[in-house]
């Protein structure tokens, strides 16, 4: 009974692990389609979406099993607990994904990228927040989690400067209003694959540490 339990837990970290790492590569080509003009690229982040989802299902599927047959207890129920967690939160960052590659479509049509310089500097922020997040999760390293909380600050900023400058910009006409609502909507995704990466890391310290962190806590 023991192992089949341990394999469980091996197959629900298995499952974790791919539908991370496709989480990861969704951000990544969408921001790359959105810098690079990439129209064909955006296409395929949208369409690998699906994938994510299946895979989403798949783990919540798996856990519950786990829940309801094996019965875990203390660490080992904190981790099956936070897998479910995770895995709704992966799932999230990849409709966020779709998001950024659906606008990186539409402002391909566009001469130049307003505020891109600030735009692509918080797309890096965001993208090695989730980088970490599914490393602390995979190596349920709380000290890796606690960094990443620490560094939603940086990208919160952006996202108000960023939208302070195209409200100005567009309000002076030097921003054309279509791109403008585009690159808010861009940062407005990335703050939230930030927060998201940011509940990841809460669950890993509550998985690691049974602490619960949200809310400032």
């Given at each position: 009974m023991h192992k089949?339990?341990?394999?469980?837990?091996n197959q629900?970290?298995?499952?974790?692990?791919?539908?991370?790492?496709?989480?990861?590569?969704?951000v990544i080509d969408a921001i790359e389609a959105l810098k690079k003009r990439d129209v064909a690229l955006a296409k395929s982040v949208i369409e690998r979406d699906?994938?994510?989802?299946?895979?989403?299902?798949?783990?919540?599927?798996?856990?519950?099993?786990?829940?309801?047959?094996?019965q875990?207890?203390?660490?080992?129920?904190?981790?099956?607990?936070?897998?479910?967690k995770i895995a709704n939160d992966l799932e999230r960052i990849g409709d966020h994904a779709v998001n950024i590659a659906e606008s990186a479509i539409t402002l391909s049509s566009f001469p130049i990228i307003p505020e891109s310089d600030n735009l692509f500097y918080m797309a890096a922020l965001a993208r090695e927040m989730l980088l970490a997040a599914t490393e602390c999760f995979s190596e349920r390293n709380a000290v890796i989690a606690r960094g990443v909380i620490n560094?939603?600050?940086?990208?919160?900023?952006?996202?108000?400067?960023?939208?302070?400058?195209?409200?100005?910009?567009?309000?002076?006409q030097t921003i054309e209003v279509k791109a403008g609502m585009e690159v808010a909507r861009?940062?407005?995704n990335l703050e939230r694959i930030a927060d998201l990466s940011v509940n990841i890391a809460e669950d890993v310290i509550?998985?690691?540490?049974?602490?619960?962190v949200r809310h400032g806590h």
């Open positions: 089949v339990f341990e394999q469980s837990l629900l970290q298995e499952v974790m692990s791919r539908l991370a790492a496709q989480t990861e590569n969704c699906e994938q994510v989802d299946r895979m989403d299902i798949n783990a919540d599927s798996l856990a519950s099993t786990i829940l309801a047959r094996q875990p207890v203390a660490s080992d129920l904190r981790f099956v607990i936070g897998a479910m560094s939603d600050v940086e990208v919160d900023e952006y996202n108000k400067l960023i939208t302070q400058n195209l409200i100005e910009g567009m309000s002076a861009v940062c407005k509550y998985i690691h540490d049974g602490k619960f």
